[in-house]
């Protein structure tokens, strides 16, 4: 089950809840209630990092987000938008589709960074590589802090929640179901290695809201630089007039059925639901 660690509070207010890249815990946003005043920022706290060290890391996106309870209790009568970055994206979008799998209120963003479209294949598989070489994977990437890429021992406890997370993206399949109508806005950087901009154009497709992609100077990590943008995006977000809060449904008719099987069809690379 996924927790939600307060990293700044405004009761009532609009939340930005902020899904990690893989490996890290919530510890990596401790900085951003810097630049979202008046915005009550949490960070996802998954098992296999920080104080759930001790806990087994999922492998399965889709069995990580299926819980509505912990959405539940944090967005009912308040504004809220999901931030991920790689791995935490396509869990962000899963939130988002149990959200409304569950008749909750729908975020007023969704925005994604560093991570392929959800119903596109990862472009290389490395989880399952031998430890040296998932290790130098980690390199190309970048990320990695130098103390802790040159501490071996420390690098040997958090593999195993760093293979977990790559598994859990790489192997992600796309179960179809109709667009959300959350905006999207996704942002990439200019010289990621592993996540190119066509592969984040694809995200346009799973939202019938409007869609904005930016693309930044930067490597995969590009977002150590240009939170203010991120956070930019989520203030316009969650501080624009809007009458009443959206509840989506995933109706069970015939007539939605159909209408998540047409837009099921236009992914080649989806696993649908049996």
């Known amino acids: 089950m ?37 915005i009550e920022v949490r960070a996802a706290y998954l098992p296999g990092r920080e104080r759930r060290f001790r806990e ?10 299926a819980d509505p309870q912990p959405l539940v209790e944090l967005v ?26 569950h008749g909750l209120p729908a975020p007023e963003a969704l925005l994604v960074s ?5 119903d596109l294949p990862a472009r290389q598989l490395t989880y399952d590589l031998p430890d ?14 130098p103390a802790v890429r040159a501490n071996r021992e420390l690098m040997e406890l958090l593999l195993p929640t ?7 993206a790489q192997t992600y399949r796309f179960r179809a179901e109709p667009p ?16 190119p901009v066509e592969d984040m154009t694809g995200w346009a497709r799973h939202s019938h809201g409007e869609f904005d992609l930016q693309t930044l100077p930067g490597d995969h990590f590009f977002i150590a630089e240009h939170r203010t943008r991120i956070a930019t995006a989520a203030r316009a977000a969650l501080f624009a007039p809007r009458p009443e809060r959206r509840i989506e449904t ?3 008719t015939p007539q939605h059925r159909a209408a998540g099987d047409r837009a099921g069809s236009a992914f080649p690379n989806s696993a649908r639901e049996n």
């Open 114 to 118: 560093g991570c392929r479209a959800p």
């Open 56 to 65: 087994q890391p999922s492998r399965d996106i889709a069995a990580l987000t």
């Open 132 to 145: 040296d070489a998932f290790v130098r994977s980690l390199d190309d990437l970048g990320g990695t802090p």
């Open 180 to 195: 959300v109508t959350t905006p999207i806005t996704a942002f990439c950087g200019q010289d990621d290695p592993g996540v």
């Open 2 to 38: 996924i927790e939600w660690l307060a990293l700044s509070t405004v009761p009532k207010g609009p939340m930005l809840l902020c899904v990690p890249f893989a490996g890290a815990g919530p510890s990596a946003y401790r900085d951003w209630p810097d630049e979202l005043p008046g």
């Open 250 to 252: 995933v109706a069970s």
């Open 162 to 168: 760093l293979r977990a997370d790559f598994a859990a």
């Open 76 to 101: 009912e009568g308040r504004r809220y938008a999901l931030f991920g970055h790689s791995f935490g994206a396509l869990v962000a979008f899963e939130l988002c589709r149990t959200a409304r799998r």
